[in-house]
């Protein structure tokens, strides 16, 4: 009986073993994901909650030439992958954070001027953020110990926005780390961006 159960799992290990590798050949970005939400806890929101996310489209416009706080909650505003609002804005949580809005119809770019900062210190000195916007990628910032800048900004092109005018902006973010991982407390979610603010304006 007791061989008859290792047998079992035995099999069932190896065909667990084997998904795995077949998936990472067949769709490594799905096997990665699931490595970092089930895993390694790297990822904040589940595949699900991102599938609603990305269908989602904010009811109200933003307004150009408008500020928007992130100690605030708007609804022409989505945020996926942050937290509840502190006094002066929201840390993301996890290697991906997401924010979304609908843009009225311009000719022009659109520029997102973000006032942030990252969570770094001693114990982790660097991290790295992947900015895109709608799948499109920009130049990597860097955040370092010391050396950290308050405003980065982004330029939403024309062409990328659909009939919709809908603009996603992800940030894959390297480096994180929780308070409690580095020896600051009880906090175990694993901090990147700290954002307080972003403009939005056009850029003539």
């Given at each position: 009986m007791k061989q008859r159960n290792f047998r079992v799992f035995l099999l069932t290990l190896i065909g667990f073993i084997y998904g795995f590798v077949l998936l990472f050949i067949v769709s490594p970005e799905s096997y990665e994901w699931l490595v970092d939400f089930h895993f390694l806890g790297n990822r904040a929101f589940s595949k699900k909650e991102e599938k609603e996310f990305d269908k989602k489209i904010a009811k109200q416009q933003v307004e150009l030439y408008q500020t928007y706080y992130f100690n605030k909650d708007y609804p022409n505003i989505l945020l996926l992958g942050f937290s509840e609002s502190t006094d002066k804005g929201k840390w993301s949580y996890g290697n991906l954070a997401k924010i979304s809005f609908t843009?009225?119809?311009?000719?022009?770019?659109v520029e997102l001027e973000f006032k942030l900062g990252a969570y770094i210190n001693q114990h982790?000195?660097?991290?790295?953020?992947?900015?895109?916007?709608?799948?499109?990628?920009?130049?990597?910032?860097?955040?370092?110990?010391?050396?950290?800048?308050?405003?980065?900004?982004?330029?939403?092109?024309?062409?990328?926005?659909?009939?919709?005018?809908?603009?996603?902006?992800?940030?894959?973010?390297?480096?994180?780390?929780?308070?409690?991982?580095?020896?600051?407390?009880?906090?175990?979610?694993?901090?990147?961006?700290?954002?307080?603010e972003v403009k939005i304006k056009p850029k003539h």
């Open positions: 843009l009225p119809k311009v000719s022009f770019p982790n000195p660097v991290i790295t953020v992947e900015p895109s916007i709608n799948d499109v990628h920009y130049n990597t910032w860097r955040f370092e110990n010391n050396k950290n800048s308050s405003q980065r900004t982004l330029l939403v092109f024309p062409k990328y926005i659909g009939n919709s005018g809908k603009v996603v902006v992800s940030f894959n973010i390297k480096g994180i780390k929780s308070p409690h991982e580095l020896g600051y407390g009880n906090n175990i979610n694993k901090l990147g961006l700290f954002i307080e």
